[in-house]
């Protein structure tokens, strides 16, 4: 169990020196924010999720 609590513990002071390294890098002057999602990327967002509900429903009745 020792070993469970080394690997999977997150404390604190890591999670907030992270969080400041990330906002650090967002705020250079030379980061590249991804692409906006377009009409494409809703529509295969859409069909992934009817997809699932779909699975979801399908397998109530199995």
Known sequence: ???DQEHG???A???E???ER?????E???YEYPKRFGRRDYIF???AVALCVFAVVAGAFL
């Not at 990330?22 to 967002?26: E, F, G, V």
């Open 9 to 11: 513990s997150t404390d």
């Open 13 to 15: 002071s890591t999670i």
């Open 45 to 47: 967002v859409g069909i």
């Open 1 to 3: 169990m020792g070993e």
């Open 17 to 19: 020196s992270e969080l």
């Open 28 to 30: 250079d002057e030379g």
């Open 22 to 26: 990330r906002i650090a890098d967002m």
